[in-house]
């Protein structure tokens, strides 16, 4: 059982440059979510997926777009990339609606670079 | 809309000795709470939930939060640490009714020394 899994682990872009995180969750969950994480700031909510086929806004989404591809898949796109993007991303999944006090799951993470 | 105050950014202590991280969370619902872990370059994982019921829970490693809702307070403790549970800690919140996502707080940071 894989749970989440991010694809790359690693990338370095140079400002300008586009590019598409890849989540995918083998749990039958509902709801997914993007963050980023950043020394000193914890997780920043960027976009989420209550269930497929919507998607809304978190606390940090300028600059970013998503897509709920399927029930399994939740991208994450950033279409110019730019220095204040350097982070590592996190991709999480849980039940869903109905569910409040199901936990989250957690991707290991991309770091990704922007020069 | 919820808060989570995690009062302290770094912990130092030393193997083998007790260690308390504090949390203290506002919300104008109830809410379920939580502790996650995160080990160095790895994703977060649950330590530990409180639901309903006894305001004493046990999680894995040995971890235990007691909620205190006059104080709006969840502190996460373990009686004695070990290298290992050198990691960050997150306190999180989340509304019991209707949709709402997860809110974390800043994180602690846990170093523990031989």
């Known amino acids: 059982n894989a749970g989440v899994t991010q694809t790359p682990k690693f990338q370095v872009l140079k400002t300008g440059q586009s590019m598409t995180l890849q989540c995918a969750q083998d749990?039958?969950?509902?709801?997914m979510y993007w963050y980023r994480q950043d020394p000193g700031m914890g997780l920043r909510l960027i976009y989420y997926?209550?269930?497929?086929?919507?998607?809304d806004k978190g606390e940090v989404p300028n600059g970013y777009n998503v897509s709920r591809l399927n029930k399994r898949e939740f991208s994450l796109r950033l279409e110019s990339a730019a220095p204040s993007q350097t982070s590592v991303y996190f991709c999480a999944s849980t039940e869903g609606k109905g569910a409040q006090n199901s936990p989250l799951h957690f991707g290991n993470g991309t770091r990704l670079t922007v020069t | 809309a919820q808060s989570v105050t995690q009062l302290d950014s770094q912990v130092p202590v030393f193997e083998e000795a007790p260690v308390e991280l504090r949390c203290n969370y506002s919300s104008s619902v109830s809410v379920y709470l939580f502790w996650y872990v995160q080990y160095p370059n790895q994703g977060l994982q649950l330590l530990l939930k409180y639901l309903s019921g006894s305001t004493l829970v046990k999680g894995i490693n040995g971890f235990e939060a007691e909620f205190n809702k006059s104080q709006t307070s969840f502190h996460l403790r373990k009686p004695s640490v070990h290298i290992s549970d050198t990691a960050e800690y997150f306190c999180?919140?989340?509304?019991?009714?209707?949709?709402?996502?997860?809110?974390f707080g800043k994180g602690t940071m846990l170093l523990v020394s031989p």
């Open positions: 997926s209550a269930s497929e086929g919507t998607t």
């Open positions: 999180a919140v989340r509304a019991r009714s209707g949709y709402s996502t997860l809110t």
């Open positions: 749990m039958n969950h509902n709801s």
